[in-house]
């Protein structure tokens, strides 16, 4: 089985230290950093702006994942491109047509994901999981850190991995909330390829062992 990456969520660091809350989970050994933006409207949260991406960006050599929670993605895209967005996932519930966001993704060179919150069915991505790099499993109903890992998304995961698999591509198989070193045995047998961990990263004594922790229990 390989390597589950770690991708520490900025939304439960220490805002007033971010840059070097970035560092910390960089020597820590997280590959990705996931940055959430919220709009107030997608969800009933404000959170990070193209400005944040920027600032960080120029001291890390991180993979910056940014999830965007907001009502109109298509608007905002190429700011966190040009900021230094590695991945953009938008959410298939904002999304009409999967197909042409993908495609939109790309025209600005970085990777495209898609995002499924609890309510909404994986098979809504039929005929279109192939177009996307990357497909985000909500565990918890997006907005807020800290809150408790939905079990009955399991089952989702198993299912975004099979039709992951059919397509023959090499897509990640993201999951994002209420992830811990005590919960992911069961999404890592369920597939997932990518662990996004806020609270039981960057609210840990020790990021670095709750990183090898999380990979250890994954195996
Ligand atoms: C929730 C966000 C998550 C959140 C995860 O809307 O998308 O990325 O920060 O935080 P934890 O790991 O604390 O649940
Ligand atoms: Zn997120």
New binding site residues.
């Given amino acids: 089985m390989k390597t589950i990456k770690i991708a520490p969520?900025i939304?439960?660091a220490n805002i007033a230290k971010l840059g070097e809350e970035v560092k910390k989970i960089e020597d820590a050994g997280a590959e990705f950093v996931?940055i959430?933006v919220m709009d107030g409207h997608f969800?009933p949260n404000l959170a990070f702006s193209p400005d944040t991406v920027k600032a960080l960006r120029t001291d890390s050599k991180l993979v910056f994942d940014v999830?965007l929670?907001i009502e109109e993605p298509k608007k905002y895209i190429q700011k966190f491109v040009e900021a230094g967005a590695d991945i953009i996932t938008v959410h298939q519930e904002v999304t009409e047509n999967l197909s042409e966001m993908a495609d939109f993704i790309h025209s600005f060179g970085v990777k495209a994901g898609i995002s499924v919150k609890p309510g909404t069915p994986v098979e809504t991505l039929e005929g279109n999981i192939d177009k996307f790099d990357l497909v985000l499993i909500?565990t918890?109903e997006?907005?807020?850190?800290?809150?408790s890992y939905i079990d009955a998304m399991n089952e989702k995961i198993s299912k975004a991995r099979e039709m992951i698999d059919k397509t023959g591509k090499e897509i990640e198989l993201e999951i994002?909330?209420?992830?811990t070193p005590l919960n992911i045995a069961v999404p890592a047998a369920c597939g997932i390829s990518v662990a996004?961990?806020?609270?039981?990263v960057f609210k840990a004594e020790d990021a670095k062992k709750a990183i090898i922790e999380m990979r250890t229990n994954a195996k």
């Fill in positions: 969520s939304l439960a996931h959430d969800v999830h929670m909500m918890v997006p907005g807020f850190g800290g809150q994002d909330g209420g992830v996004v961990a806020g609270s039981s």
